[in-house]
């Protein structure tokens, strides 16, 4: 249905060109070219209505009809707002990725370190790792310095 309307309004409208610039203007007669009644006013004598008249009103109206057909159908069909996001695939969420376990140090007292391995099956890589010194048993943590 809505494709048969759109054609039919697009035929309508090539039709409605057409008719119009076959038309020629209010002032294209003879009265017109030496100053006559119908070339200064907006509401001057009528001639007959042509076959060319009758065609723009009759197509005029189809345009109107066929163009508001189609708004009514636009919107009715388009009920659920369907945005670039619904159509996109749902896909499950990210796999957790356990954090790296802290090595033991290999020399007593040495710096802690952390081997991390890729997941793609990389070579792995030990990294030591910065910590603040602890407290020996019994003594009191050093103070954070104040910010300013």
């Known amino acids: ?12 409208c090539i ?7 076959l038309q020629s203007g209010k ?5 017109g070219a030496f100053g006559g009644m119908g070339s200064q006013t907006a509401f001057g004598p009528r001639g007959s209505a042509t076959l060319l008249s009758k ?10 009809i066929t163009s508001l057909s189609l ?6 069909t388009s009920g659920a707002a369907k945005t670039v996001l619904d159509g996109a695939k749902q896909t499950a969420p990210a796999k957790p990725v356990p954090a790296p376990v802290p090595a033991v140090p290999a020399a ?3 710096a802690p370190s952390v081997t991390l391995t890729p997941e793609n099956g990389g070579a792995s890589k030990t990294m030591p790792l910065n910590l603040p ?5 019994g003594q009191k943590a050093p103070a954070a310095p104040a910010k300013k």
């Open 108 to 110: 007593p007292g040495g």
């Open 1 to 12: 249905m809505y494709i048969l309307l759109t054609i039919i309004h697009v035929v309508v």
């Open 15 to 21: 039709f409605l060109i057409i008719v119009v610039l």
């Open 27 to 31: 002032a294209a007669d003879l009265a």
């Open 133 to 137: 010194p602890q407290p020996a048993k």
């Open 55 to 64: 065609a723009t009103t009759v197509s005029a109206v189809v345009f109107m």
């Open 71 to 76: 708004s009514i159908l636009a919107t009715r």
